[in-house]
């Protein structure tokens, strides 16, 4: 089973912030990240956060981590269509190997 | 720069066929991933290799086989094709900053391969 949890799904309206969540389980990860795929697309890098940070903002994006609970968030302030994707989680090891979780599927209406 | 790229896009086979996926990138990374991607999973890490000369396995090795003959290649067999093979494949590099690899992963575009 996959060590990365995330929610399967989650709709928002336009104009609204998105909180998508993650759980992980190696609390030796050196870094944790948010990649967004779009349909028939590879993987573009959003964001990361490194394990001894709490929080990151990088403009409309920011990253929540709770070391103690293991949980990771991904907050998208004033969402837009164009942020319709799937999100995925993933945390890195010593090596840069990189563990996934099965990814948030976001569905932005108008 | 190209980045990081992958040939063939797509590609079928037959059960039973081999074939090998190419990963090429020109940013003079040490470390190189092969994953492949299903339906309603992450990617998960086949193999990977920390530098030219060097594999290692990854979560789903079997069935797979890898090269790092050379620093900007990656490449991935397949010897003998199943369906269950049938996924997108994804190819990844980082880089190094000494002993450490520095923080992001640049991914290719996919090979998108269905075995019948």
């Known amino acids: 089973g996959e060590d990365v949890e995330q929610s399967l799904f989650l709709s928002v309206r336009e104009g609204d912030s998105s909180v998508i969540n993650c759980t992980y389980t190696?609390?030796?990860?050196?870094?944790l990240y948010w990649y967004k795929q779009e349909p028939g697309a590879g993987l573009q890098l959003l964001t990361y956060i490194f394990s001894n940070m709490d929080m990151k903002q990088d403009q409309r994006l920011t990253v929540l981590l709770n070391k103690k609970d293991k949980h990771l968030s991904l907050r998208i302030a004033d969402t837009q269509t164009g942020d319709s994707a799937i999100y995925f989680c993933?945390?890195?090891?010593?090596?840069?190997?990189?563990?996934f979780g099965a990814g948030t599927q976001v569905v932005v209406t108008p | 720069n190209a980045g990081v790229t992958q040939t063939p896009k797509f590609r079928v086979l037959k059960t039973g066929q081999s074939m090998t996926l190419l990963c090429a990138q020109d940013?003079?990374?040490?470390?190189m991933y092969w994953y492949r991607q299903d339906p309603g999973m992450g990617l998960r890490l086949i193999h990977y290799s920390v530098g030219e000369g060097t594999t290692a396995k990854g979560e789903v090795p079997d069935g797979y086989n890898v090269s790092r003959l050379k620093k900007q290649n990656f490449l991935l067999g397949l010897e003998s094709a199943a369906p269950s093979q049938t996924s997108v494949y994804f190819c990844a590099s980082t880089g190094t900053s000494g002993r450490a690899w520095v923080n992001e992963q640049f991914f290719g575009p996919g090979t998108r391969l269905t075995v019948l």
């Open positions: 190696d609390s030796s990860s050196t870094y």
């Open positions: 993933a945390e890195a090891d010593s090596w840069g190997k990189l563990q």
């Open positions: 940013m003079n990374h040490e470390y």
